[in-house]
Nanobody
């Protein structure tokens, strides 16, 4: 069983920044690839960013240059630094991983609005 807990969401003005965190319950975190997804009302859940166990990252075109995905294996935590936020970034953000099964966190709401 793997549990993921996201935090760090909130309300921010356009152009602002937020840092999301996702803490993973298992000590095998350092061998897990992690992903960040988001879902806004009426839209499908989409991949925002991913990070491998070795630290290689990939990003959706819509967030390249604005979002940075990182991990701290000592803290079993993955981060998503979000800069230059836009109203279209408004969504519930989820982290996920696969360890046999797919596991998802409960999500954290990010709202970008003036």
């Amino acid at each position: 069983q793997v549990q993921l807990v996201e935090s760090g969401g909130g309300l921010v003005q356009p152009g602002g920044s937020l840092r999301l965190s996702c803490v993973v319950s298992r000590s095998i975190f350092n061998i897990l690839a992690m992903g960040w997804y988001r879902q806004s009302p009426g839209k499908q859940r989409e991949l925002v960013a991913g990070i491998t166990s070795g630290g290689s990252t990939n990003y959706a075109d819509s967030v390249k240059g604005r979002f940075t995905n990182s991990r701290d294996n000592a803290k079993n935590t993955v981060y998503l630094q979000m800069n230059s936020l836009k109203p279209e970034d408004t969504a519930v953000y989820y982290c996920n991983t696969k360890s046999g099964l797919w596991y998802w966190g409960q999500g954290t709401q990010v709202t970008v609005s003036s």
